[in-house]
């Protein structure tokens, strides 16, 4: 955005905006430029926002409305920009965030020291992490024989795969060999529920960036070239893209169940009963390094050596195995680094690993897969959406009586980890609130998406935003404070979960209550009331939000290494340790989840710009039991 003048009035003006289409920028553009000989003020302005309205409707996107409201904000906060830069005056109050404010913490803890036992210690990589001397995976050097593969991938949601056409692909000078479902040895198949994702697409695709075959050349810059060249003829189906879109198609994976109470009962002594439903969606893991394979044949292509940026070499191990059709002692599974994961390695390594083994064992020459950071982004899945649709009941003095809901998960075009995000969700739900009545419903919803999948938190970060949205809402409906009617409903020192388990010694309170005073949230929310009255369009918020999780996995087989295996029997000659007290029937969804649970509170206060969204957060105080710490290092890090 650009205006110059001539005295009052306005030479040349230069507004573009990008992400809503070339035709509606240029057009939009060059309706304001005519505005040219006109004087900036009021009237001015109305004209600009009248030219963005009468355009808005070429935008043919289901964003309409929203990039249509940003294009407004931009063009509001350029105007006020320019008039108190010319005029020196705004009546309109702040006008976009306030300056940026560099990052600063500090963290204090309580020390319980045995000896070395709770000393702060760093990470024995840290220094050559954060000095760049850390060696990652495509830092190594590559061998003299080593071929590079780079993937070809669908650019339809849904749809028949009519033909594919690579030869143009291979007449460029360095590439070796197109391969795809014909080339794999065994099975073509990998998943973390009994194999039930394709490895190679082949008759059909279900997601934006499915992987239907891939190019093997002398160099990563000939493959990705050569893969850009394979043409792939589709014939579209209906695809099934969002929540809304699975529930009125009844295309869902699984559903799961937990009761707690009569619910129905609850609801007859209640004062006061609200519905509703939230939203949240998804995130992008954006680790350090993105998916990464080396695969080198070994023993006359006997022996693969995988080399994979996992979270879970075991399950690489696996999943090559059986694509190639060698026994799991066959493959070496290695990991230098991780180079972050965040979850995002949990399962979905698996594919690259594969299929850079397949190339490996097509050419009997060592192969290395990157992918550049917008394949990743566009295969690999994140974290699930989730849509709750809610009722919930209360007596007139705040006390929660009852609580149904059901719960819409995003889970991509398989399985992957989605039930076990759900199983989380659904224990998490209640939070730290005491609700004697619960019916939560998950559904599991199928789309052609890629598999969305584990992810730091595993389903309680949408639990808990779920509960305190719905707590937030009640509290409001019956006209109490929302911090007072956290306290009406909080869990005491012991409770019982919705699920059965007895749970001793929690300081959830403790923590919820130490975060209000140290942060000194009401002396906070006074100054924040003040500013959003003398702020039209910039807003501040304060809220302080509990949590509790049970720590570990609800799976023995998940908690242990592979080793260990169900029936918990160590196969080495070091210590190991399983929970022998995890209990719960994911069927019946009663039982014991966990022999530890950790707990805290935050205080987040932030910023938004009410024109164009842009947010900020200003400051956090996080309160938090973790137990006696082994490294404060660790836990502050966390």
Not at 42 to 60: G, S, T
Not at 310 to 325: D, E, K, R
Not at 483 to 506: A, H, L, M, S
Request: aromatic share 8%.
């Amino acid at each position: 955005m650009k205006v110059t003048f001539k005295d009052d009035t306005i030479c040349d003006l230069n507004i573009i905006f990008g992400g809503v289409g070339k035709d509606v920028a240029m057009t939009i553009g060059d309706r304001l430029a005519r505005l040219s000989g006109s004087v900036w003020n009021e009237h001015l302005l109305q004209c600009m926002l009248n030219i963005v309205d009468e355009h808005a409707d070429m935008i043919k996107t289901f964003e309409k409305d929203f990039k249509q409201g940003v294009m407004k904000g931009f063009v509001f906060k350029f105007f006020h920009a320019v008039f108190l830069e010319r005029y020196g005056t705004l009546s309109t109050g702040q006008i976009g965030l306030g300056p940026s404010v560099p990052a600063r913490g500090t963290q204090k803890w309580q020390r319980h020291i045995d000896k070395s036992v709770g000393l702060s210690c760093h990470h024995t990589s840290s220094i050559q992490q954060t000095t760049g001397e850390a060696l990652f995976i495509d830092d190594i050097i590559p061998r003299k024989d080593e071929l590079f593969v780079s993937l070809v991938t669908s650019t339809r949601a849904h749809a028949k795969i009519k033909y594919i056409d690579y030869k143009e692909a291979l007449e460029l000078t360095g590439v070796k060999y197109y391969i795809d479902a014909d080339d794999v040895p065994a099975r073509n198949a990998i998943g973390a529920n009994s194999a039930e994702e394709v490895l190679f697409a082949r008759d059909k695709v279900t997601h934006c960036g499915q992987i239907i075959g891939a190019i093997i050349a002398e160099s990563r810059e000939i493959a990705r070239h050569a893969a850009k060249r394979v043409v792939v003829g589709y014939e579209d189906l209906k695809p099934i893209l969002t929540i809304e879109d699975a529930i009125e198609a009844e295309s869902y994976f699984d559903m799961l169940k937990l009761v707690d109470g009569d619910v129905s009962k609850g609801f007859t002594s209640c004062d006061h009963i609200i519905e509703g439903e939230v939203m949240l969606g998804g995130q992008e893991h954006y680790y350090l390094e993105t998916h990464i394979s080396q695969v080198i044949p070994d023993n006359g292509d006997q022996t693969m050596v995988v080399l994979s940026s996992t979270q879970n070499p075991s399950g690489v191990q696996s999943s090559v195995a059986g694509i190639l059709g060698f026994p799991c002692n066959k493959i070496i599974s290695k990991l230098t680094r991780i180079g972050g994961g965040f979850g995002g390695k949990e399962t979905r390594s698996d594919m690259f690993a594969c299929i850079c083994a397949v190339a490996a064992h097509r050419a009997k020459q060592p192969m290395r897969l990157v992918l550049e950071r917008e394949d990743d982004m566009k295969i690999s899945g994140g974290r699930h959406p989730y849509l709750a649709r809610y009722k919930v009941g209360c007596t007139k003095n705040g006390k929660l009586l009852a609580l149904d809901v059901q719960l819409y998960s995003n889970g991509g075009h398989s399985l992957d980890m989605t039930p076990y995000v759900m199983q989380y969700v659904l224990l998490d739900i209640p939070n730290c609130y005491i609700i004697p009545n619960v019916r939560l419903q998950g559904f599991m919803c199928k789309t052609n998406l890629p598999s969305n999948t584990a992810m730091r938190g595993f389903g309680c970060p949408q639990a808990v935003f779920i509960t305190e949205h719905i707590v937030t809402d009640i509290a409001i409906k019956c006209n109490i404070s929302q911090q007072r009617f956290r306290k009406i409903n909080f869990i005491g020192k012991d409770f019982v979960t919705n699920y059965g388990q007895i749970v001793e010694n929690c300081n959830a309170k403790r923590c919820f209550d130490e975060c209000v005073e140290k942060s000194r949230f009401h002396v906070r929310q006074d100054q924040i009331q003040t500013f959003n009255r003398e702020n039209r369009f910039v807003k501040k918020g304060i809220s302080v939000t509990p949590v509790i999780m049970a720590v570990g996995f609800h799976c023995k087989l998940l908690n242990q290494v592979m080793a260990a295996y169900m029936g918990g029997v160590s196969l080495s000659a070091t210590g190991y340790y399983i929970d022998e007290d995890i209990t719960l029937d994911f069927r019946t969804f009663k039982g014991i989840a966990s022999s530890s649970f950790v707990c805290g509170a935050a205080c987040s206060e932030v910023e938004i710009d009410c024109l164009t969204g842009e947010h900020r957060v200003l400051s956090t105080d996080i309160v938090m039991d973790c137990g006696r710490t082994i490294n404060p290092s660790i836990d502050i890090g966390q």
